[in-house]
């Protein structure tokens, strides 16, 4: 599952669903006064799900893949 929250990005596992976090926005404008570059970047292939979070926040930053054949969080 993927979700949006302009304010964050993050990731949780629970109960066998994967959510991933990060802006609905997706914009480089100024949002509530401050710039947000939180998006992220999705690649699938047919072994596994490239996740890439970007952020101006350096702990908002992540970087994971996830094996299609097991599906949890590193």
Do not use: C
Not at 34 to 51: G, M
């Amino acid at each position: 599952m993927v979700s949006g929250d302009v304010r964050r990005n993050t990731t949780y596992d629970d109960s066998g669903v994967i959510e991933i976090v990060t802006s609905a926005a997706a914009r480089n404008g100024i949002v509530f006064g401050s710039p947000r570059k939180n998006y992220a970047i999705l690649e699938f292939d047919a072994q596994k799900l490239k996740v890439d979070l970007r952020s101006l926040k350096v702990s908002w930053r992540m970087k994971f893949s996830i094996p299609l054949n097991h599906w949890a969080l590193p």
